[in-house]
């Protein structure tokens, strides 16, 4: 984290509680009455007690546990208007998850203690999501991206409107005038329940059922939603930056498997024999990738972000919504599929769960005319291939750490790097076998090369 003398962290959370350097709630409620009539008028159905992500506050975002004292916390949760007036909190103590930090920010356990007479619904713990203040692997602009998408999902609809189980969201805040990406998020937490990791998988049919129909209803809520209101901010591919998002993948995928052979080269040796038909038909891969229906995904729906409870509607909850952007509904449940389970478990259950997945669309008013079970089943096999561009995507950091015997090819790894080459593994195995299970490579030259989505962009790969 940056450096800051004890001197330094007063002066900052004394500018933190001084509201009158901020916006009032006078004009704060001004802008957003202006908000809601736009809102009205598009047909955007918002949350209770909206605030546009961004707005003006009448206090700082937090950039840092530290700054969550009980003094911002009560102020904040009554410009929220998440407990009455005359209750305040008195107390605020945190823990980190895990190692609290890294790539995706700071994430802790917030405990709480109100004062006397408190409602028993107030939450006595949270999770506080926080994203990085010091130096970061990641450009400043990908960070923003990130944590602006997953901040939004949060912010602008409630659990019921997004259409998809996921924490209570107390607060998301962003500040906006801040070169540095300053995000923070206060959530529920969704402790009990039942989680797995990527590493052990899931072989309980329920639960792969509760993931997939989960994803199901949100991606028939969103079903080809256009790119407006209340999804303006959603990441398009073809639309936003020029469709240089697509030129991303293939740059992503020559690199990414260059770096990959480097390391695990006989694990790969099936895949690497497909460049040459991959150059030549690259194009209509991405196109087929994007082809219509788009819908709202998740785009990081693995088995470590679902948690499983009978409380949770549908018994199943995501959490982590950064890679969220329109895409094919099958990318969720193939990513699923192929980053969650072990191999036999996937062959094992996979029919059926694309089954249970395709019949809880139809239950959510996708028109089976126009999405049969047969394009999903096409679909979820040809999607194995955007599973793939995700892991490829961390090929060059995998390879930098094998040239120089560092992280997980470290010759005395910490156990978080030891836990990670295992997970790599595993993924590298499930990931080549669904390839070459689901014959893919002959799914892609199935088709000639017309013009569409993509074939106006340049390649490089």
């Known amino acids: 984290m940056d450096e800051e003398t004890p001197n330094d962290r007063m002066s900052r959370m004394s500018r933190m509680s001084t509201s009158s350097q901020f916006a009032s709630e006078e004009d704060i409620a001004l802008e957003l009455q202006e908000t809601i009539k736009q809102d009205t008028k598009a047909g955007v159905e918002r949350p209770a007690n909206y605030i546009p992500l961004g707005s003006r506050l009448p206090f700082r975002v937090p950039r840092v546990p530290d700054d969550l004292s009980p003094k911002w916390l009560t ?15 008195v107390q605020c103590e945190w823990k980190a998850i895990g190692e609290g930090g890294g790539v995706m920010g700071v994430i802790v356990i917030v405990t709480l203690t109100y004062s006397a007479n408190a409602p028993d619904s107030l939450p006595k713990r949270m999770v506080a999501k926080f994203s990085p203040q010091g130096k970061a692997p990641l450009p400043r602009f990908m960070i923003r991206a990130i944590f602006k998408a997953e901040a939004h999902f949060y912010n602008d609809f409630s ?6 189980t996921r924490p209570e969201c107390y607060l998301a805040l962003y500040d906006a005038k801040k070169s540095k990406p300053t995000f923070c998020m206060l959530l529920e937490d969704m402790m009990p329940a039942v989680s797995f990791t990527r590493v052990s ?10 993931a997939v129909a989960a ?8 079903w080809q939603h256009p790119k407006t209101k209340p999804l303006d901010w959603l990441l398009h591919p073809s639309k936003d930056f020029g469709g240089i998002l697509l030129n991303g993948f293939v740059r ?3 690199v990414g498997l260059a770096a990959l052979s ?9 895949i690497l024999k497909w460049l040459p038909v991959l150059r030549r038909r690259h194009k209509y891969i991405l196109r087929e990738l994007f082809r219509p229906p788009l819908t709202m995904c998740h785009g990081d729906a693995h088995i470590e972000n679902a948690f499983f409870d009978g409380r949770f509607p549908g018994g199943c909850a995501f959490i982590d919504f950064g890679n969220m952007m329109f895409s094919q509904p099958m990318y969720d449940v193939a990513f699923f599929m192929v980053h969650s389970l072990d191999v036999d478990t996937r062959r094992k259950h996979e029919r059926a769960v694309v089954e249970h997945y395709h019949a809880t669309l139809l239950a959510n008013g ?12 096409k679909d979820y096999r040809f999607n194995f291939w955007r599973a793939f561009i995700s892991l490829l995507a961390m090929g060059p950091s995998v390879e930098h750490q094998h040239r120089t015997g560092t992280g997980i090819f470290a010759e005395h790894p910490t156990k978080a790097d030891q836990q990670m080459r295992e997970m790599y593994e595993k993924l590298n195995e499930r990931i080549v076998a669904a390839l070459l299970d689901h014959d893919w490579l002959a799914m892609a030259q199935e088709q ?5 989505l993509c074939s106006c962009i340049p390649f490089c790969f």
């Open 75 to 89: 102020a904040a949760f009554h410009f929220k208007k998440l407990m009455p007036p005359d209750i305040s909190v």
């Open 159 to 164: 659990i019921k409107q997004g259409g998809l």
């Open 201 to 210: 998988s899931c072989d309980d049919a329920d639960h792969l059922n509760s």
């Open 215 to 222: 994803l199901a209803r949100m991606h028939a809520k969103w």
């Open 252 to 254: 992503v995928t020559k």
């Open 262 to 270: 480097k390391c695990y080269g006989q694990t790969y040796a099936p």
């Open 366 to 377: 996708v028109d089976p005319d126009t999405y049969s079970l047969e394009r999903c089943w």
């Open 448 to 452: 000639s090369m017309n013009c569409g």
